[in-house]
C-alpha cells in the first residue's frame, strides 16, 4: 500500500505530542499516516510528500527519540526528498524554541520546505513532578493541530505544497 500524501511522525513520553498528534491525523484522515518515529523507515519519508514532525521538547532539545530517528534515516534520505513540505509540532514545557530549531536545521540540511508555522504548545510544567506527569493537552491546542493536519493534508493532496 502506497504512503499517504501526508506522514505524521511522532515521539511522546508523557501524552502531549502523542495527543497532538493524533488530532492531526484524525482531522487529515486518510490523507495522512501516522507512526511513530521508532517505527518510521526511509520508504515511509519515501512514500510521502510532505510531514508534520510531532514531539516534546526535552532539556531544550528535541525528544531523544526523534533525534534517533533523523540519526537513523538522514544520510539514506539525503538528496532524495529534496523540496518537500514539512511542519512541527512541539509540546514545551515553556519554550520549545530549540526542539523547533533542531528540526528547521535537519529540515535545512534535507532541503525541505517549511509550508506552516511552527506550532509549539506550552503544558506550562515546571517542576520535576509536572514534567514526568502524564500531560492533558487544552482543547484550543487539540484543535489547533487538528486544522493543522487538515491543511497540510488537503494542500498536498491537492498540490498546493
Known amino acids: 500500500m502506497a504512503t499517504p500524501p501526508l506522514l505524521i511522525l511522532w515521539h511522546s513520553r508523557t501524552g502531549a505530542s502523542e495527543a497532538l498528534s493524533a488530532a492531526a491525523a484524525e ?6 499516516l501516522r507512526l511513530r518515529c521508532e517505527d518510521t523507515r526511509a520508504e515511509h519519508l519515501l512514500g510521502a510528500r510532505g510531514y508534520l514532525f510531532c514531539c516534546p521538547e526535552n532539556l531544550a532539545s528535541m525528544s531523544g527519540a526523534m533525534k534517533e530517528m533523523f540519526d537513523r534515516l538522514y544520510y539514506s534520505l539525503l538528496g532524495a526528498i529534496e523540496g518537500r513540505a514539512y511542519a512541527t509540532i512541539i509540546a514545551a514545557g515553556s519554550d520549545g524554541s530549540g526542539a523547533e530549531r533542531q528540526i528547521d536545521r535537519i529540515a535545512t540540511g534535507w532541503r525541505l520546505r517549511r509550508v506552516a508555522p511552527g506550532m509549539i504548545v506550552n503544558v506550562a510544567a515546571q517542576t520535576p513532578e509536572e514534567i514526568t506527569a502524564p500531560k492533558t493537552v487544552p482543547a484550543c491546542s487539540i484543535e489547533d493541530a487538528a486544522l493543522l ?3 497540510l493534508a488537503e494542500g498536498l493532496g491537492s498540490g498546493v505544497f
Open 27 to 32: 482531522r487529515a484522515g486518510p490523507k495522512a
Open 149 to 151: 493536519g487538515a491543511a
